[in-house]
């Protein structure tokens, strides 16, 4: 099945919006051009110089990893680092580079959510919701195309709340208009005031969508000038954020689930504070760096808190209200391939791609 790069693309970010990276992240395509047909995709924690041969042996010119291989931008192209060469090979070959990153750590569906469901999980929710993302549509429309109107703003993407969709309120009343002698009005006559049974309908949505909702609006509303109102909401949303919580479906010992953490991440070994020998159910976790989540996962009453890269003095910092365990970087992050494949099969079944064979974790345990 041959793709265009975009086309893959848009399919990513429809699941992990860019807008929804951190400010410091450099997400999206690093190397190609969206135009460039796709003969299969590798997918990989890490871009290095071995995946980028990895890839050409396999018949693939495109690389998705979660990691951006460039981080901090580059300068020059004299192949004095391992950045720069793993570009310099990606072009000399013709293999393009996209990355999900920030993005895809902060979806509902992305990382949290794949290493709660290899822990076995459940009760799953986001430990740090982000807030400023949402907006709300207000407008107005004559009772008899309101549902219409509607239609064309849940099929835009608004209206979705959780686990929700289709989700409105609506009022009716009566509004005034009256167009000048250039109007074209679908209701009423140019030069005279109308007065009309309308309902008032209102919507929130994620505010990247902004754009498809207001052209959604267009479509399917009859006014010549159609009236509306956008506000920016500062509520919590509680489907995007840092972190993850959940539940063991039945408490184990301590131990137990250190146990668990060393198998399922097959890490070398397990960092954690002093165990507090109290049974664990609720944990609290963030893949990569979350040692900036602990207070989060201390305030939500959490047994463990699971991530990685720890500083030795934020052990102190558990101060025996938790157990917080470090499992290693690369380890939290493995399985984040799984992800794209899932993405892309589910849209198209036919299209190659390969989770890469290449042990990138820079860290070994002796």
């Avoid at 190397?31 to 071995?50: F, K």
């Avoid at 679908?186 to 919507?203: A, C, L, Q």
């Avoid at 609720?282 to 500083?311: P, T, W």
Wanted: glycine share 8%; with cysteine.
């Amino acid at each position: 099945m041959s793709l265009l790069l975009k086309e893959i693309i848009a399919e990513l970010e429809r699941f992990a919006p860019l807008s929804l990276q951190e400010s410091y992240d450099n997400c999206g395509l690093l190397v190609g051009s969206p135009e460039m047909p796709v003969t299969g995709a590798l997918l990989t924690l890490d871009c290095t110089e071995a995946v980028i041969d990895e890839a050409v042996r396999k018949g693939c010119n495109l690389v998705i990893a979660h990691h951006p291989v460039i981080f901090g931008g580059l300068k020059k192209l004299t192949g004095a680092n391992y950045v720069e060469r793993t570009v310099i090979s990606a072009i000399r070959q013709q293999v393009a580079i996209y990355a999900a990153h920030t993005n895809l750590d902060n979806v509902h569906l992305g990382v949290n959510h794949k290493i709660a469901n290899k822990l076995g999980l459940v009760n799953q929710q986001i430990l740090s919701p982000k807030k400023g993302l949402l907006k709300k549509l207000v407008t107005f429309a004559p009772i008899s195309h309101a549902e219409a109107v509607r239609q064309g703003l849940f099929n835009a993407g608004a209206g979705q709340i959780g686990n929700y969709s289709h989700c409105s309120f609506n009022l009716e009343g009566q509004g005034t208009f009256r167009g000048n002698e250039q109007s074209r009005p679908f209701i009423g006559e140019p030069g005279k005031v109308s007065h009309e049974n309308e309902t008032r309908i209102e919507v929130v949505f994620e505010a990247y969508k902004q754009g498809d909702v207001l052209a959604g609006l267009r479509q399917m509303h009859p006014y010549e000038e159609i009236a509306y109102d956008l506000y920016s909401l500062d509520n919590q949303y509680q489907l995007v954020g840092s972190g993850m919580l959940g539940e063991l479906p039945e408490a184990m010992p301590e131990i137990d689930f250190l146990k668990r953490l060393k198998d399922v991440f097959g890490t070398g070994c397990v960092k954690h504070t002093a165990l507090r020998n109290k049974p664990v159910k609720k944990v609290a976790f963030c893949g990569g760096s979350g040692s900036f989540l602990l207070k989060d996962a201390i305030s939500c009453k959490s047994d463990f808190y699971v991530s990685s890269d720890f500083k030795y003095h934020e052990f102190f910092d558990a101060e025996h209200k938790i157990v917080v365990a470090d499992v290693g970087h690369f380890e939290t992050e493995q399985f984040t391939p799984e992800i794209f494949s899932e993405v892309l099969s589910n849209k198209f079944a036919n299209f190659a791609t390969y989770l890469s064979e290449i042990h990138t974790n820079p860290v070994h345990y002796f």
